[in-house]
């Protein structure tokens, strides 16, 4: 079974904050593709970057980050000098390289950043 | 080049009605997922269809939902005989072959329950 857990439940932070969303997953899959997505306020569902199990390097997206860390099953994403706009809730997703293409989501944490 | 596209994007229905979702995905794309996110909830897989053929239904309740993606024309989510736990937000989404594919999703369905 795959297991996605988003602990944070709600972050307040004040602009230009930097903030980490912690992800935390568990399969049996020895190849396996991690996702985050990002709802924003108005509810559609965005896509943010995929990562493969077989690929630890970190990636850098303007002021987002992402960090694999295989050996501790996490996949953290960064946001650095927070904006008002990055307000939303943030999905970490998991997705097995097998027949069953579903993704299993977490919970989601609500990223809320004030001025 | 459009994205997912879900209609209606908000339904009522009354208790007992049927409820039909649509859901064209992108162009090029062949799969189609279907996933329910309840109030204040992350997003639960229902089912997932190619052309013609539905994959995966492991998510699906086994009463009252049923989902197509016939050769023509959008996938459809069919609910029958609603009931006030069926409101949600349901979303669409779809992909080119390959597990290794992102998942683009559409903006949802709101579907309220009276």
């Known amino acids: 079974a795959q297991k996605v857990t988003q602990a944070q439940t709600e972050i307040s932070v004040v602009e230009k904050e930097d903030v980490t969303l912690d992800c935390v997953y568990e399969?049996?899959?020895?190849?396996?593709?991690l996702f985050w997505y990002k709802q924003p306020p108005s509810g559609e569902l965005v896509f943010l970057i995929r990562?493969?199990?077989?690929?630890?390097q970190n990636e850098i997206s303007g002021r987002y980050s992402w960090n694999f860390q295989k050996s501790t099953s996490s996949f953290n994403f960064t946001i650095t000098a927070s904006q008002v706009v990055d307000s939303a809730v943030y999905f970490c997703?998991?997705?097995?390289?097998?027949?069953?293409?579903?993704?299993?989501f977490g919970t989601g944490t609500r990223l809320q950043v004030t001025l | 080049n459009a994205g997912v596209m879900q209609n209606p994007r908000h339904l009522v229905r009354r208790r007992g009605q049927e409820a039909r979702l649509r859901c064209s995905p992108m162009?090029?794309?062949?799969?189609v997922y279907w996933y329910r996110q309840l109030p204040e909830e992350g997003l639960k897989f229902m089912v997932y269809?190619?052309?013609?053929?539905?994959?995966?239904e492991s998510g699906m309740p086994k009463e009252r939902f049923s989902a197509e993606f016939p050769k023509e024309g959008p996938s459809i989510l069919r609910i029958q005989q609603v009931v006030r736990g069926d409101s949600a937000a349901y979303f669409c989404?779809?992909?080119?072959?390959?597990?290794?594919?992102?998942?683009?999703f559409g903006d949802g369905t709101r579907l309220s329950i009276l």
């Open positions: 162009k090029g794309h062949s799969h």
């Open positions: 990562r493969n199990s077989f690929d630890e």
């Open positions: 989404a779809s992909s080119p072959p390959g597990t290794q594919q992102p998942q683009h």
């Open positions: 399969t049996r899959d020895t190849t396996y593709y």
């Open positions: 269809l190619q052309k013609e053929n539905i994959i995966d």
């Open positions: 997703a998991l997705r097995g390289a097998g027949t069953a293409s579903k993704l299993t």
